[in-house]
């Protein structure tokens, strides 16, 4: 049979048709787009705070596996790129590090436990979100912190956003905490 004798409408869109479509889509899509902004910002805060659960979580089990305390502190690279000591704010990056004696500053890159980088568009805040957090904490062998302390995580574009918070007690648990204080735009 002939192809071209079949009988019945024409299949396919006309350009006309397809242009209408792609239209539509373009205006859904730019109507879509701060939206989808506001949630990957959301989801960020979120994976932060979780991120910082884990060092805390982690800081603990070293502390009672190792029989000695570990210190979890702010660092950011100097100019000259050294990342081995404590600096700066939890925005930045933060480290872990075994401490048994006590000390301001890890003395050997073997005490380092494990890093994390900073992400440029949050910051870490104390609970009343009036300043950055620079805070050491340390946790003993048998587990226990040295402090309460309240890391707030918060987005430096979006500070409206619900923010997430680590809420750590002297006995060393942390846990999550949705909304637990506000963020401040201008820290």
Not at 9 to 38: C, H, K, N
Not at 142 to 171: E, I
Request: hydrophobic residues 45%; glycine residues 8%; aromatic residues 6%.
């Amino acid at each position: 049979m002939d192809r071209m004798s079949l009988s019945g409408p024409p299949r396919g869109l006309t350009l006309l048709e397809l242009l209408v479509v792609l239209a539509v889509l373009a205006v859904l899509a730019a109507l879509m787009v701060p939206g989808f902004q506001t949630l990957r910002q959301a989801v960020s805060i979120r994976l932060e705070a979780g991120r910082l659960l884990q060092a805390v979580s982690l800081a603990r089990s070293e502390a009672m596996f190792r029989g000695e305390a570990v210190t979890l502190c702010p660092t950011a690279p100097d100019p000259a790129g050294d990342t081995e000591h404590c600096r700066g704010t939890y925005s930045q990056g933060w480290m872990l590090y075994a401490n048994p004696g006590a000390l301001a500053q890890p003395v050997t890159a073997e005490q380092i436990l494990q890093r994390w980088p900073g992400r440029p568009n949050l910051t870490i805040v104390n609970r009343a979100g009036t300043q950055l957090l620079d805070a050491r904490v340390s946790w003993r062998a048998d587990g226990t912190a040295r402090r309460n302390l309240t890391f707030m995580v918060c987005s430096r574009q979006k500070p409206s956003l619900a923010s997430w918070s680590l809420v750590l007690n002297r006995l060393g648990r942390p846990r999550l905490a949705r909304g637990w204080g506000d963020c401040n735009a201008s820290v």
